[in-house]
């Protein structure tokens, strides 16, 4: 089975690569590549589990697919939060991958711009 594995960095698609292991065995896995690069004094460290058409449902064709995503630098702002550095982790299905990972990157990149408006009127 063919996992996708993308880094996230501040709104940009730093690295994407394919893993032959279950998505299960590879998110276990990337936490303990994350440990490394988490600084426990300043952030959180979050795996959440989404489902892949709860980020594009007209993707229905494709089931109820897990997307993991990893984070290891986030920015709490009152009920909401804003992941500066992750990782996601779903089964690779292809072009459809690449468009989950890309709307991912794009909310990310938006939520960042907020955040540094947000900043600037304080």
């Known amino acids: 089975m063919s996992t996708i594995v993308a880094h996230v960095e501040l709104g940009e698609l730093r690295e ?5 292991s279950s998505v299960e065995d590879v998110v276990r896995s ?14 959180d460290l979050v795996v959440t589990k989404e489902r892949l ?3 594009k449902p ?6 109820d697919v897990d997307v993991y995503i990893v ?3 986030i920015e709490w702002r009152d009920d909401s939060v804003v992941d500066k550095r992750f ?6 299905l292809g072009e459809v991958s690449n468009e989950v990972i890309s ?4 909310l990310s990149r938006v939520a960042l711009l907020e955040l540094e408006k947000e900043v600037k009127s304080l």
Do not use: A
């Open 103 to 106: 709307e991912l990157v794009n």
């Open 87 to 92: 990782f996601i982790v779903m089964k690779n």
């Open 16 to 20: 994407q690569r394919l893993v032959e």
């Open 30 to 43: 990337l936490l303990f590549e994350v440990l490394n690069l988490w600084d426990p004094r300043r952030s």
């Open 53 to 55: 058409l709860d980020i």
């Open 71 to 73: 984070s290891y630098d």
């Open 58 to 63: 007209e993707l229905v064709e494709y089931g």
